[in-house]
């Protein structure tokens, strides 16, 4: 059968938080097809690739993306008729090439990045086989662990929680099934821990889990805990945190919000420690600035308890990657291919952090798609742990029957054991 390329189709469509997206449809002489869209982050670091949107303020605030399905139709579309689908290489590589940018600015990060997700998926569908199953070569025998962010921090009246996600991780068990009753179950039960502890229903936040209800974190964990302890899986759940302190951090005076206070570097890292050695925590990301280098070499020396991730510092970069491993910076990366905008680039970043001893944690964005190609990494790459939303909303939802389907279509598979990666 014929793998070239012989159409390349683009329109606008939206995203979850109804914003434009591009949506790009590529298909073979064969008939196989694949479509993808790039999802967008709610907090988008200053490392990532370009975001093209129009920018005229009469249609959806300017956010359409006009501009971005013309460069997918009429510049990328018929520079890649006629090639092999199945090398993802060569595609990714011809479209850097035409924008010929660091981040992707003349065509758009989110431009080639749909483009990179439809060829990766129309080559799976070449091969009538599953795209994760294709990531694999073969049949899988994990599926990771999944985070499940439920409380959000952010501005709220009243108070700012700097803390950006509280998230659970449902670990101690071997099926899917399971880790996601678990945290269905610790999500609705927290709805009633918040509510004695507010006096009425917790706000719905941005991302779908519950409205932060203190500035403090501890107080936070301790309800989270309380929920989980009242559901019986006290010893089967941990916990994480996404801080995403760029969000929060005033470059004039180098310091980082924390209860209400400015802190400094070392303070924050000392009040980290302190939650690590008071709650069981799997990972911390994004605990500090994303020019912060120096501070994340001494978070990992001396958070010992957790996993110290990156995410607006790596921004799934090769080159920061290298950099975050020369300086011991990071145990591990968020990977989010839309940061660097290739399914190609993606992987070659997923690939030093595994020869280097570097977890990688696929990732959702908040601005997500319902069919979101992070699913397949997940899967596909068999990495121990993912980050989820709050078991609300559609997008969110799917990706968990995403992961119980392919857990049930492969026989041998099983949940992701984690223990021995926990440090605590």
């Known amino acids: ?85 199945s090398d993802q290489r060569a595609i990714d590589e011809k479209m850097i090439a035409l924008d010929g940018t660091p981040d992707k600015h003349r065509l758009g990060g989110n431009t080639i990045y749909s483009v990179s997700i439809a060829a990766f998926r129309a080559a799976a569908d070449a091969r009538a086989i599953p795209l994760y199953e294709h990531i694999a070569g073969r049949d899988i025998r994990t599926v990771p662990v999944p985070c499940f962010n ?34 269905v179950a610790v999500f609705h039960k927290l709805g009633e821990v ?33 929920a989980i302890d009242e559901c019986g899986y006290s010893d089967r759940i941990a916990f994480a945190l996404d801080c995403a302190s760029s969000e929060m951090y005033d470059k004039q005076t180098g310091r980082y919000l924390l209860k209400g206070e400015r802190v400094s570097s070392d303070e924050l890292i000392a009040y980290a420690k302190y939650l690590t050695e008071r709650f069981n925590m799997v990972f911390i990301e994004d605990l500090l600035d994303e020019n912060d280098w120096a501070g994340y070499s001494k978070a990992v020396r001396e958070l010992k308890r957790t996993i110290v991730l990156g995410d607006d510092l790596t921004v ?76 609300r909303s559609g997008e969110r939802i799917e990706k968990l029957n995403f992961l119980m389907r392919a857990n049930a279509r492969s026989s041998a598979c099983r949940l992701y054991d984690i223990a021995p990666l926990l440090r605590f």
């Open 150 to 183: 439920v409380v959000n921090g952010g501005r709220y009246e009243g108070f700012t929680q700097g803390f950006n996600e509280f998230l659970i991780v449902p670990y101690g068990t071997d099926s899917i099934d399971f880790s996601i009753e678990m945290a």
């Open 194 to 226: 918040l509510t004695s502890y507010l006096g009425h229903k917790p706000q719905v936040a941005s991302s779908y889990g519950y409205a932060a209800p203190s500035e403090d974190p501890e107080m936070i964990l301790t309800l989270m805990q309380k």
């Open 316 to 391: 799934t970069n090769l080159e920061l990657l290298r950099r975050a491993h020369d300086t011991h910076a990071v145990d591990g990366f968020v990977l989010k291919p839309n940061q660097v905008g290739t399914i190609t680039e993606a992987m070659d970043a997923y690939k030093f952090a595994q020869e280097h001893g570097m977890i990688a944690v696929p990732s959702g964005r908040s601005g997500g798609v319902v069919d979101d190609v992070v699913m397949d990494f997940s899967v596909g790459l068999e990495v121990p742990f993912q980050k989820n939303g709050a078991p």
């Open 1 to 85: 059968m014929d793998n070239k390329i012989v159409s390349v189709r683009a329109q606008q469509i939206i995203d979850c938080k109804c914003r434009p997206a591009v949506e790009v449809e590529i298909r073979t002489e064969s008939g196989a097809t694949g479509r993808g869209a790039a999802p967008t982050g709610t907090s988008v670091g200053m490392h990532e690739s370009f975001v093209l949107r129009d920018g005229d303020p009469s249609t959806y605030k300017g956010l359409s993306v006009h501009k971005a399905v013309d460069y997918a139709e009429n510049v990328i579309g018929p520079a890649l008729i006629g090639m092999d689908v």
